[in-house]
C-alpha cells in the first residue's frame, strides 16, 4: 500500500497537481507551489456611483430592487489610524473571491456589480462568477444572487469586520453597505508597531505609487524604472525593495530579483513578504534547505506564536502563512523528513480556509497510508475529490480512495434499543 501510495503522489506531480495558475508567474518543479503574494496596487479613488435614476433605460425593464449596480461605503481602522494605500475591498460569494476594488485616500470605495470595470481580481482570487459577466453587465446582479455574499477590507496585519450582503436593506440599485472597520491582529504587551511605511519621504513615496499604478496595468519595465527611482531616493523603503524583486521576477529577471528581495530583508528582517518571495525561487530550483531556512524565519515570527512574538507582524497576510506552511512541508517530504512534512501540511491545512492549496491534502493522505492510517487517507483524499472534482488526476485519485476505504477498518454498527418491558 506503501508503494501504491507513492505511485499516486508521484502521479499527481506528474500531471501538474502542484500547479497553481498566477498572474505573470511561469510553472515550477518539480511539485510547482501556489502563487507568491499578488504585487501591491496603488490606491486609486474610485468613480462614486451614480444613484437610481429613473429614465436610466438599464432600470426600465426590471422591478425596483431587483438588481444591484453599485455597492458603496468607506473603510477606517478601529483606533483611527491613517490607511495605508494599499487597502482592498474584496467581494466573496461562496467562500470565492470575485472581486475587488482598491480603497481611495480617504478610505471610500465603490464597487460597480456585473462589471470588472475599475476592479479586478488579483492571484489571490478566484475571478468573476457567471452572474459578474455579460448576462447582467447592463443591469447589476440581482440580490437573489448576492444572498451568499460578503464584503470585507483585506490589509496584511489586520482583522476586517464583514458585511453580509444578504441583509442589504435599501432599495434600488445603488446600495451604501456603510462602514468597513479594520482591527490590528495579535497585539502583545508592550509591543510597538513599525511606522516605516508613514516615514517615507514624500517624494519616494509619490514615486512608489506610480509604480505600483504602472505594475497594475501591466507596464512592468516602467514599474521597474519607477521603483529603482524610489529606492534611490530612499535607499530603506523595504516595500519598494520588494515590489522592484516583483517586478523583476515577473520579467524573469531572477538574479536581479532575488538580489531586491535580498535587500529588503536586510533592511527589515520583520518585513515577511521577501522571504516568502525567496522561499517561492528556491521551491522553483528545488533547493529544500533553503526552503526549510527562508519558510522557518516566516514561522518564527508567525503571530500566533504568542511565546516568540513581541511586535505586531503586519507585513504578511495571515492566508499566507497557509502558503509558508506548504511550502516548508514538501521541503522537508524532499528531504525524507515525512513527520515534519505531515505537521507543516496540517497547520497549512488548518490556515487554508479559502481553500488555495487542494493538494496539500493528497499529501496527507499519502503520509497518513504511510503509518496504515487508512481511515484518515481516505478522508483526505475524499476531501480533495471534493475541492477539485475534475482534476487531471481525479480517476487515479478515485481509484486509490476505493483501495483506502476498503483497507479502512468498518465503522462500528449503532445498535437500536428495543422497547423497555
Known amino acids: 500500500m506503501k508503494q501504491r501510495s507513492c505511485i499516486v503522489l508521484q502521479l499527481a506531480l506528474a500531471t501538474g497537481l502542484f500547479s497553481h495558475a498566477a498572474f505573470g508567474q511561469k510553472t515550477s518543479a518539480p511539485a510547482p507551489p ?18 437610481a435614476n429613473p ?37 466573496i460569494c461562496n467562500a470565492r473571491i470575485r472581486q475587488q476594488v482598491y480603497v481611495g485616500p480617504r478610505g471610500d470605495f465603490s464597487m460597480q456589480l456585473g ?9 489571490t482570487g478566484d475571478g468573476p462568477s457567471p452572474f459578474d459577466g455579460s448576462q447582467y453587465s447592463n443591469q447589476g446582479i440581482p440580490r437573489r444572487d448576492l444572498a451568499n455574499c460578503e464584503l470585507r ?42 511606522a516605516a511605511s508613514y516615514q ?28 529603482e527611482k524610489s529606492v534611490a531616493l530612499y535607499p530603506k523603503y523595504t516595500n519598494a525593495w520588494f515590489q522592484l524583486g516583483t517586478v523583476r521576477q515577473l520579467q524573469n529577471q531572477n538574479d536581479p530579483a532575488r538580489q531586491a528581495f535580498t535587500r529588503a530583508t536586510t533592511i527589515d528582517p520583520k518585513f515577511l513578504p521577501p522571504y516568502l518571495s525567496l522561499a517561492l525561487m528556491s521551491f522553483e530550483a528545488g533547493q529544500w534547505n533553503d526552503v526549510l531556512s527562508l519558510t522557518g524565519h516566516i514561522l518564527y515570527l508567525d503571530p500566533l506564536n504568542y511565546a516568540r512574538a513581541n511586535t505586531y507582524v503586519l507585513d504578511l497576510d495571515p492566508m499566507d502563512f497557509a502558503e509558508a506552511y506548504y511550502y516548508n512541508a514538501v521541503a522537508y517530504y524532499n528531504l525524507n523528513k515525512f513527520d515534519e512534512a505531515e505537521k507543516s501540511l496540517q497547520k497549512a491545512e488548518r490556515l487554508d480556509v479559502r481553500p ?47 483501495e483506502l ?7 462500528p454498527a449503532t445498535q437500536k434499543s428495543g422497547p423497555s418491558s
Open 405 to 411: 476505504q476498503q483497507l479502512s477498518p468498518p465503522a
Open 153 to 194: 477590507a483585506d490589509l496584511s496585519g489586520f482583522r476586517s469586520s464583514i458585511i453580509n450582503l444578504v441583509d442589504l436593506d435599501e432599495f434600488g440599485d445603488t446600495v451604501d453597505v456603510g462602514a468597513i472597520v479594520l482591527e490590528r491582529r495579535n497585539k502583545v504587551p508592550g509591543a510597538t508597531v513599525s
Open 34 to 51: 501556489p502563487a507568491p503574494p499578488a504585487s501591491t496596487a496603488p490606491s486609486s479613488s474610485p468613480n462614486q456611483p451614480g444613484f
Open 200 to 227: 517615507t519621504p514624500a517624494n519616494a513615496r509619490r514615486v512608489y505609487e506610480k509604480g505600483l499604478d504602472a505594475a497594475r496595468h501591466g507596464k512592468l519595465g516602467e514599474a521597474q524604472q519607477l521603483f
Open 356 to 402: 488555495r492549496f487542494p493538494q496539500l491534502h493528497v499529501m496527507l493522505a499519502e503520509l497518513y497510508a504511510r503509518k496504515n492510517n487508512y481511515a484518515a487517507a481516505a478522508a483526505e483524499a475524499q476531501i480533495y475529490l471534493d475541492l477539485v472534482p475534475n482534476a487531471k488526476n481525479a480517476g487515479k485519485i478515485r481509484e486509490w480512495l476505493l
Open 55 to 91: 429614465n436610466n433605460p438599464r432600470l426600465g425593464a426590471q422591478p425596483t430592487g431587483g438588481y444591484i449596480m453599485f455597492l458603496y461605503g468607506h473603510v477606517a481602522t478601529n483606533d483611527g489610524a491613517p490607511l495605508p494605500n494599499d487597502v482592498k475591498v474584496e467581494r
Open 115 to 123: 462589471s470588472m470595470q475599475d476592479s479586478f481580481v488579483d492571484a
